[in-house]
């Protein structure tokens, strides 16, 4: 029998969820693993990229890769697949049309699209599309796959409550105290088994203004490309309920040191590239340089004007 009574329990919310038809599971890594499984894939083309997240959900499956380049625009190169190969596309800070994302549809035909940086980009039909809650939004894990393919077993349910406290710690405090929680939270999920969504993200994800946060996202990425464009080297659209505003400055490491100082945080993402890529690689300058500005719904237009004229007091520092 249900518990009745006694104290109240976290708030349950109601609101519409986005992607609420989607199968819901507990991280992006583990959306790749449900479709490596229910579609059987043996061989996969990845990019070069890539974080090694899902370096061992490759290894347990025995899945054989191979790796593809990306050019400065951050769309793949033209490669050829093998008959029982699929291809791994990543749509980088949301910058994949649909008419393009159709395109490689219709050339590979076995293609899964990883939106983890283009949440409010709807997926397109008849492809395997994947998404992830935590880097758009305050929860502390979730995933969002699209796929007409299943898997034969009943997955166990996440459960989230014993690892939040890094979030509710940053509400009301700083995001210092808490990094080193948050990091181990990212880790955990190397070895973290495939579940469905736990009760507690799936009950946030009700309870958020879809609506609110893809405006304002979209409204800081094109604040920032409105004032960054001119040295920015990256030619961008502005993408709904953007990700991050991918800053590309030579030197960008330094500056994002100096951006430190001034507890403005920007991640370098994909570090892995530096010890399996060259200097002379496309995907090692892009990690090495792209400053990736935060653009989220925590931000309004003082906070992303106040980033912009940071960035340009490093760069006349710099010259």
């Not at 008959?83 to 008419?99: A, F, I, P, R, T």
């Not at 293609?111 to 599309?129: E, H, R």
């Not at 990212?186 to 469905?196: C, H, I, R, S």
């Amino acid at each position: 029998m249900k518990e009745i009574g006694g104290y109240i329990e976290f708030e349950t919310f109601h609101s519409a969820m986005l992607y609420d038809d989607g199968i819901k599971l507990n991280c992006g890594r583990n959306a790749f693993a449900y479709l490596i499984e229910s579609r059987n894939i043996k061989k996969i083309c990845f990019p070069r990229m890539m974080c090694d997240s899902n370096d061992k959900v490759l290894s347990k499956h025995k899945v054989e890769i191979r790796y593809y380049s990306i050019g400065k625009d951050l769309k793949m190169e033209n490669i050829t697949l093998d008959d029982d190969e699929w291809l791994y596309v990543v749509n980088y800070y949301g910058q994949l049309s649909d008419k393009y994302i159709l395109s490689l549809k219709e050339k590979y035909e076995r293609i899964i699209v990883d939106n983890a940086q283009a949440y409010f980009q709807k997926p397109v039909a008849g492809i395997d599309t994947i998404y992830t809650c935590r880097k758009f939004f305050g929860v502390t894990d979730g995933a969002i796959l699209y796929t007409d393919s299943a898997i034969k077993r009943e997955l166990p349910v996440d459960e989230s409550f014993e690892r939040i406290n890094f979030l509710v710690g940053r509400f009301e405090r700083t995001a210092s105290e808490f990094y080193s929680e948050y990091a181990a939270n990212n880790d955990m999920f190397f070895e973290e088994p495939l579940k469905g969504m736990s009760r507690l993200t799936d009950n946030i994800l009700h309870g958020l203004d879809y609506e609110f946060i893809e405006k304002r996202r979209t409204e800081n990425f094109r604040h920032y490309h409105e004032e960054l464009a001119s040295v920015n080297t990256l030619e961008l659209s502005i993408p709904k309920g953007a990700f991050m505003y991918p800053l590309y400055i030579e030197n960008g490491m330094s500056i994002k040191a100096k951006l430190r100082d001034m507890k403005i945080y920007t991640p370098t993402l994909w570090p892995n590239v530096f010890d399996s890529c060259t200097e002379n690689d496309a995907e090692y300058a892009l990690s090495e340089n792209i400053i990736p500005l935060p653009c989220d719904q925590r931000y309004s237009y003082i906070e992303i004007n106040n980033v912009i004229e940071a960035i340009k007091q490093c760069i006349n520092s710099a010259n």
